[in-house]
């Protein structure tokens, strides 16, 4: 092996020191390490937490006494040895343990560092000093020695897994430093070399703290940055800057729920403040109450609440002060005087109003619990195979959605049910309160007697916990027998059309009887030849289009077509007859409607003019010749 492959931090010097043979170094391979707590929290203890020479502690549990301390007494078993590991001037630690560590300290503070290794290690820095190197077992011999400036500082003789520890003071100039562990042995064939300022310190680097050293302490006072405040469907212990902790939820709080915000006040070394006084207040008579951890607060009883707390974790439970009555909220919460969070908060009321749209037409004999899908899928984008006839959105006293999947049911108005329409039914009920979606309504049909016909019908909704029942406004039920059996006509919105125009036909269908068709049945397969006129919603009818065969009609039996004007190459100018043809009437004819097109040019032609010349030129002949005789005259 060539001198290239010495490690980087081994003198020169130290080849003529070392007898012959090849010069060779056992290294340890990275592991991954364990997360490392924040200033003031408990130490991380060893073995169990870390990896052999793959992890570098501070102390961070809380200190008081006025001075750095590590644990000095050698013993058999590094369990529970990190008691003692007590940094002074600790104000902020990151989560991680390995070479990308960051650390905030007072100047001239002391960090108690400490790991587990099983080889020879030392810790190295750019400045400050090391004093009180110490181990878990003791090798026999003085093995823990110093560099001149007290920069360096190593342990030998390591072969078994040991606890190593030091303590680092920090300059007394505000900057910043760098703090690391390494690793290692230094073997020249089987005689171990031991690392010093001459032979050269432990090359494999297995941990690095970037020490910023402050002339005084910014902590204890709340900082925004690290701090974190959201909004959920529950309480929840979470953790300033980690994941998505300060996002609101967007769940949408429905009657008798509490929302919740579950805050996190740390201070500008992201450390968390320590208790206070904290405040909440809440607008237009929402109540709400302080609680801790992940556990939560019990429902409140007024728009203000004051507690002594942490501001770890803590959580505000915000509910309705008048039971079933829709409550907008803006939430306040101050620590120390100082405003923290604001959040506005909805919570949906009971149910206090039901409407009814996009009624269709059942078929005669028809039952609620038929398929109705098509009519729900061209009205709102949902197919929904029960009946789906017309739909209902419940709103509360403030106008919001109010989801109806619970806390109730619909029935029919009794009162309103005839022999021509015997029940009605809600047979989707709303799952969602948010607006846009389809699925904030619910859906339901009625069945229908043998005849055509129609009843103005109600539909009601009765909350379970109240029994109070909410009555829609009438609407019309109709009855009818289906296009398959009845015939249709073709109307065409005008007479004429220039080229460019839009033009709007108009397809009628009639039952057998002469009624409006149903929504129920479809109007199958149809052809359409309308010279230079392009159907624009071949979905809705026109050309072989698969879903114009399945197609129903609106309410009143009708579906209005939209075509252009005129192809990629123009028009011609002229009067002309169509052909419209439906497959499933049964009484169905083709239907020829007569249209008139023009190009809607004011050009005038060469032979309008020229037409006109000689008209001119006749008439003012005649007007010479008139002239000549009166002249003659005289």
């Given amino acids: 092996m060539s001198k290239t492959t010495l490690r980087k931090r081994i003198a020169i010097t130290a080849a003529s020191a070392l007898v012959a043979g090849v010069l060779s170094a056992v290294v340890t391979a990275p592991i991954a390490s364990a997360n490392h707590p924040a200033a003031g929290a408990a130490n991380q203890k060893l073995p169990t937490g870390g990896t052999i020479n793959g992890s570098l502690f501070v102390g961070t549990v809380s200190n008081t006494t006025g001075a750095a301390t590590v644990t000095t007494t050698a013993a058999a078993t590094i369990a529970n040895w990190d008691g003692n590991m007590k940094s002074l001037g600790l104000l902020s630690k990151d989560t991680s343990s390995g070479t990308a560590q960051t650390a ?57 897994a040991t606890g190593i520890a030091t303590i680092w003071t920090a300059p007394s100039t505000a900057g910043t430093y760098t703090v690391a562990l390494y690793t290692g042995f230094i073997t020249s064939g089987t005689t171990e070399v031991q690392p010093n300022t001459t032979n050269g310190l432990p090359d494999d680097l297995t941990g690095a703290i970037t020490v910023t050293v402050v002339a005084s302490s910014s902590g204890g006072a709340y900082s925004a940055a690290y701090s ?46 320590s208790a206070g006084n904290l405040v909440v207040t809440a607008t237009s008579g929402a109540v709400v109450n302080i609680g801790t951890g992940a556990s939560g607060a019990t429902a409140g009883t007024s728009s203000t609440d004051v507690d002594y707390v942490a501001g770890t974790s803590a959580t505000v439970r915000v509910g309705q002060g008048t039971s079933g009555a829709p409550v907008t909220t803006t939430v306040t919460i101050t620590y120390n005087g100082t405003t923290v969070c604001t959040k506005t908060i909805t919570i949906r009321g009971a149910l206090d109003k039901i409407t009814v749209d996009q009624v269709g037409v059942q078929n005669t004999s028809g039952a609620f619990s038929d398929s109705t899908a098509q ?80 009843s103005s019908v109600k539909v009601q909704w009765t909350e379970t916990a109240t029994g109070k029942v909410t009555t829609s406004d009438a609407f019309t039920a109709r009855c009818a027998g289906s296009a398959s059996g009845g015939s249709y006509t073709v109307s065409m919105d005008k007479a004429a059309y220039n080229l460019g125009d839009l033009a709007k036909v108009t397809v009628s269908f009639v039952d057998s009887n002469g009624n409006p068709a149903n929504t129920v049945g479809s109007i199958g397969a149809n052809t359409w030849n309308l010279p230079f006129l392009t159907g624009v919603d071949l979905a809705s009818g026109l050309g072989a289009n698969a879903a114009s065969s399945t197609a129903v009609t609106a309410a009143d039996g009708k579906i209005i077509y939209t075509l252009t004007v005129g192809t990629t190459t123009g028009i011609t100018a002229g009067t002309y007859t169509g052909i419209v043809d439906f497959s499933v009437p049964a009484k169905g004819t083709k239907a020829t409607p007569t249209y008139k097109l023009s190009t809607g040019s004011t050009d005038v032609s060469f032979t309008e003019v020229l037409k006109s010349v000689v008209a001119l030129i006749a008439s003012i002949n005649k007007q010479i010749a008139a002239l000549q005789k009166l002249i003659l005259r005289r």
Avoid: E
């Avoid at 108690?112 to 026999?140: I, Q, R, W």
């Avoid at 609101?248 to 968390?272: K, W």
């Fill in 228 to 273: 974190a405040c959201n909004v959920a469907p529950a309480a929840a212990a979470i953790t300033a800057g980690a994941g998505t902790a300060g996002i609101d939820n967007t769940v949408v709080f429905t009657n008798g729920d509490s929302a919740y915000i579950n805050f996190d006040l740390n201070d500008a070394y992201n450390a968390n403040l």
């Fill in 104 to 160: 905030t300290v007072l100047a001239g503070g002391k960090l108690a560092l400490y790991a587990h290794v099983s080889t020879a290690a030392a810790f190295t820095t750019s400045g400050g000093s090391f004093s009180d190197t110490t181990m878990s077992a003791n090798d026999g011999t003085d093995s823990r020695q110093f560099s001149a400036d007290l920069k360096s500082t190593w342990t030998r003789n390591i072969t078994a």
């Fill in 375 to 454: 009519w729900s899928y061209q009205n709102t984008g949902l197919w929904l195979t029960n009946g789906s006839l017309f739909r209902v959105r419940g709103i509360d006293s403030a106008g919001n959605v109010v989801r109806t999947d619970s806390g109730g049911t619909f029935a029919a108005v009794a009162s309103t049910l005839t022999t021509q329409v015997p029940a009605l039914a809600v047979n989707t009920t709303a799952s969602t309160n948010t607006a846009s979606s389809m699925s904030s309504y619910a859906y339901g049909s009625w069945n229908c007697g043998a005849a055509a016909g129609q």
